[in-house]
């Protein structure tokens, strides 16, 4: 038989989605030991039992300064800040991607715009960001909009611009003003395109967080990590790490949901 | 009322012209399906009547008074393919014209005046046999089943004229034999004037009252820009055929289209013509 025409069953595609996830997990546990047999007081690898404990220090037990759980105080700080920024760019991604896809004019005048703010390196804007606006919250919220803001509304754009003209046509046949088949052609379509994009922007809404709690903060998950780097903590680090990755993954598996359950269609026409 | 007047039409992109010196009448309760070879502005002329796109020189009349220059409800349209919005239900596909015409700004009916229109709905969704597909999405329906559900969706407007623009030219052959007498009775009771462009011969001379070929009358390579195609024949169906009337004469020649397999004269269904 062919390679390309066998397949795993279900056990064993189980098997192989869990092996990569162990393989690298077995090689850390051996890299630690092996560095701790020559050094009990090795920081790089720390032992398990030493991210237990780091885990445990952070998430149940009050730090001694603030009276604050660290980690989920640390948390609900990241997720206010990145929440918003999604919530804002989603808002404005909306608005602005709907009205280039469906309004020639719009579109002559703002698409060429956002083709050029969109290759603005959103890192570059930070310190401007940080002089207009202060260090407080607003300037990591703008960040994570000037970030991923462009790219949403250039692919709701196109979205909205590749609903064949047939629909739009019937639409107008049936009587629908300008508003009308926004409302209920054009919208109803790009909100799946919407979710697929959020999820896509999640790494780079991440990237931006961090780089800006990096920078100035007094809390935050990419605060942390950046602070207790001056003192080689890796048995904090590597949980924030795996943390951060845990709650992006959790988000991404919850858009997709959200996608099928509220537009059942958008998953009917893929399969189609 | 609804007579289509063509008056002298000339569409030019550039300085390739496509279509010269049209001229057609179309009268009410008319069926005239509009024949000819690939690229030679069916299409085209089609979508002038629809209003998608505008003659350079001449003028279309709809009961004497100039088309307006975009798309309305007084034309409804059939297209061979993206029809029907595949984000609404079978019943919110065939709903939404009402929507449109009832709530000039939610553009979506709620409660008593949704159940008020339903009815309406889905007496059409049955008339055009999708009865109990109500709550099916377009991609769960065949290609056959959306084009009824295309023409439900249309003639909820209850346009003066329908457009079809090659509706039935992507279905086999058994399945449009159904839509075509679908599309007859359809005529009859609504007595709408129709406008179809096809490929199909047979389904030109089983539906239509007129058939008008567009022929391009000078197609050397080197005249195809400067001359565009006209109408070169107008063949008018005899016995008259007329919306809600029965022909005098052998009266079951407008039944059912029986499928009759292929034969040699019949090359659109063996796709020789596409």
Redesign the interface.
Known sequence: MRWINTRPSRGAQFALMLLPFVLLALAYVFGSAARLAENANDKLLPSLAGFADAINRLAFVADQRTGEFLLWSDTAASLIRLLSGLSISTAIALLIGMLIGMLPYLRALLAPFIAVISMVPPLALLPILFIVLGLGETSKIALIVIGVAPTIIRDLALKALEL?R??I?????????S??IG???VL??ILPRLITCLRLQLGPAWLFLIAAEAISSDSGLGYRIFLVRRYLSMDVIFPYVVWITLIAVVMNALLDRLRIAV????E??K?? | MSELKVERVWKEYGDQIVLEDVSLTVASRAFVALVGPSGCGKSTFLRMLLGQEQPTKGKILLDGQPLPAEPGPDRGVVFQRYSVFPHLTVLGNVLLGKEFSAARYKAKLFGTARRNVIEEARQLIADVGLAGCEGKYPAQLSGGMQQRLALAQALIMKPKVLLLDEPFGALDPGIRAEIHTLMKRLWHETQMTVVMVTHDMREAFTLASHVVAFERRRDRPEEKERYGATITKDISIWPPRLAGQSPVFSPDRDGPVASMGHRRDDLASSGEMQ
């Not at chain 1, 046509?169 to 003003?177: F, N």
């Not at chain 1, 537009?263 to 958008?266: G, N, R």
């Open positions: 064949p047939e629909q046509v019937k639409a107008e046949t049936l009587g629908g003003s508003w009308q409302l209920r052609v109803p379509q537009f059942p269609w958008s009917l026409e399969q189609a």
